[in-house]
């Protein structure tokens, strides 16, 4: 009986709390605000990409040659066969320990996460002898984060940010190239006035504003095969290095494999601006 009565009572609670809800009407709804947006935190993911097969197609063949001789060829694609990255990190990067005596900026990555950051982002300063552009012997070649620039100036003041999503009355770089812009007598026309009724010099952009996160992208290795491919819109490629055919050995022809091994990019700011056209 007791555990019955238990049950009763807790089906009963969440029936009493809506029961106790209230209708919120219009004048209710202005009286709220808030902030509004997005903020995405991108962190140790992990992703392996394998393509089979991908082409640059010139349907043509020589056509392009017209006019320059008597020259004649078939369509031909250049592929690149077993494209392959293994494995690709997007790893956040969350801040920076304080400036040493070196002036370095080692970044580092969330405390809990599985994944650390695979460069080195130390500033210090390798002794080269052989510079381009240089016109001092034994001048010094900067390694890592040297020419990072924060608020603050040169290696300094880095600030994580997440992956925000936001739309605005007001997209900042295209707002301010179309202020500075509708006076110049090339572009002028091409502004126009805003809803408002204010004039172009007064009138704003709109539309979405994504703020990039600090993260590092990393690749272990990447590694493709460009080959020759013929067989263009269902026809049998005649040449004899098509990527079809393998040679006394039976292998295919190809350019050879192109390897690459510890690839890294790193976003630490910036801001991407959508708007209609």
Not at 77 to 95: C, H, K, M, S, T
Not at 147 to 154: D, E, I, P, S, V
Request: with cysteine.
């Amino acid at each position: 009986m007791k555990k019955l009565a238990l049950i009763l009572a807790l089906l009963l609670i969440p029936c009493s709390a809506a029961f106790g809800l209230e209708m919120l009407d219009n004048n209710a709804m202005d009286s709220i605000t808030g902030q509004a947006g997005v903020n995405i935190a991108v962190d140790d993911i992990q992703m392996f990409i394998n393509i089979e097969k991908m082409a640059w197609i010139d349907c043509d063949g020589f056509a392009s040659w017209e006019g320059k001789g008597t020259c004649g060829g078939a369509a031909g694609a250049l592929v690149l066969n077993n494209f392959q990255i293994d494995v690709l990190n997007i790893n956040a990067i969350v801040g920076a320990s304080a400036l040493t005596a070196s002036n370095s900026l080692p970044l580092y990555s969330t405390t809990c996460g599985s994944i650390d950051l695979f460069y080195d982002y130390g500033t210090s300063a390798k002794a080269d002898g052989c510079m381009l552009n240089s016109a001092v012997t034994g001048d010094i070649q900067n390694l890592g984060l040297n020419n990072y620039t924060g608020a603050l100036g040169q290696n300094s003041a880095f600030t994580p940010h997440f992956l925000t999503i936001d739309v605005t009355d007001e997209l900042p770089a295209s707002t301010e190239g179309a202020q500075y812009w509708e006076s110049h007598a090339w572009t002028s026309a091409a502004v126009s006035l805003g809803t408002s009724g204010l004039g172009d010099s007064d009138s704003t952009i709109g539309g979405v504003l994504i703020g990039l996160p600090t993260v590092e992208i990393y690749i272990n290795a990447l590694s493709f095969t460009p080959m020759y491919d013929g067989d263009i819109g269902g026809a049998d490629s005649a040449a004899m290095n098509d990527d079809s055919i393998t040679d006394i050995n039976g292998d295919v022809r190809t350019f050879g494999t192109i390897y690459m091994e510890g690839i890294t990019f790193t976003v630490l700011s910036g801001w991407i601006e959508i708007s209609p056209k």
